[in-house]
C-alpha cells in the first residue's frame, strides 16, 4: 500500500506540476488504532514553481483527490501551510509528528525545527476540546454507541491533558497519550475497548460505557472551564516563516 501511494504522490507531482516536501498519514492509523476496514488519510504540503506564486490571478492552495474505499489523499500549498502555522493550527503539528511518513524532504526537517515557536497553546486546546465536545455530543449519548468514536473523544481530551500539565504539542500516538493521561482505573476499559476497536469493522456498535463517558463529561467541563480563564498568547512575527517560504519557491 505505502508502493502505491507514494506513486499517487509522484503523479501528483507530475500532473499539478509542483514539489511535495513532505507526505504523512494522518488518521487512525498514525493514531494507532485503525480498523481493518480503515482508510488510509494521506496528507502533504507542496511548493509550485516561483512563478504561480508571482501571478495577479490566485493560484488555488489545495490539491484533492476524488475519495474512494480505500485512500483519501489531499495537500496544502506551503504559502497557505506557513500562514496556518502562524496561527498555530494544531493540525500541522499532527502532520509533522505523524509515525507515517510516505515522503520528505530536508525542507521539512527546517520547518519542523521552527515549528515551536510558533505553538500556542490555547489554540491547540480550543481545537482538541471542540473535536471532543463535536463527536461525544453526536455520537457518545445513546445507550448503543460506535466503538470508533470513543477514541475520536479520548484522543482530543487526553491531548488537552498533555497540554496543559505539558505545555506542549501532544504527540500523535493514543497508546503514548494513554499511557501518561489516562487514569489507571479506567485502562482495562480503554484496553478492551482498543482491542475491539482494532479488530471489529468501523461501523461496530456497542453498549455505552459508563465510566469512560463519567470520565469524558468530568474532563469535557474542566477543560472549558480552564479555557474561559486562560489569557490570549502573544504569536512570533513571520519572518522566520517568510524565509523559509522563499528558500523553498527560489
Not at 505505502?2 to 516536501?21: A, D, G, M
Not at 480552564?226 to 504569536?235: N, S
Request: glycine fraction near 4%; include cysteine; proline fraction near 5%.
Amino acid at each position: 500500500m505505502k508502493e502505491l501511494i507514494v506513486q499517487k504522490l509522484k503523479e501528483i507531482e507530475k500532473e499539478n506540476n509542483v514539489r511535495i516536501l513532505l507526505a504523512v498519514e494522518s488518521g487512525s492509523r498514525a493514531w494507532g488504532f485503525a480498523s481493518p476496514d480503515s482508510d488510509y488519510d494521506v496528507r502533504f504540503i507542496y511548493v509550485r514553481p516561483k512563478e504561480d506564486y508571482l501571478r495577479l490571478e490566485t493560484v488555488r492552495d489545495v490539491i484533492e483527490l476524488p475519495i474512494d474505499d480505500t485512500l483519501d489523499i489531499n495537500g496544502w500549498d506551503l504559502r497557505k501551510t506557513l500562514r496556518l502555522l502562524y496561527r498555530s493550527n494544531p493540525t500541522l503539528f499532527e502532520w509533522f509528528s505523524s509515525p507515517i511518513v510516505y515522503t520528505e524532504t530536508p525542507f521539512a526537517d527546517r520547518l519542523r525545527a521552527v515549528m515551536t515557536d510558533y505553538y500556542l497553546q490555547k489554540n491547540s486546546l480550543y481545537h482538541y476540546l471542540s473535536t471532543a465536545e463535536r463527536n461525544y455530543r453526536e455520537y457518545l449519548k445513546g445507550d448503543v454507541v460506535r466503538a470508533k468514536k470513543y477514541f475520536y473523544v479520548l484522543r482530543p481530551v487526553l491531548a488537552c491533558r498533555w497540554i496543559l500539565g505539558r505545555h506542549t504539542p501532544p504527540p500523535m500516538k493514543f497508546c503514548d497519550l494513554a499511557e501518561a493521561e489516562l487514569p489507571s482505573e479506567l485502562a482495562e476499559d480503554v484496553r478492551r475497548l482498543l482491542e475491539l476497536k482494532i479488530m471489529s469493522p468501523e461501523i461496530k456498535e456497542i453498549p455505552r460505557i459508563d465510566a469512560i463517558n463519567g470520565f469524558l463529561d468530568e474532563q469535557i467541563g474542566t477543560i472549558k472551564d480552564i479555557l474561559v480563564r486562560m489569557t490570549d498568547e502573544r504569536g512570533r512575527d513571520m519572518e522566520k516563516l517568510d524565509e523559509l517560504f522563499l528558500s523553498a519557491v527560489i
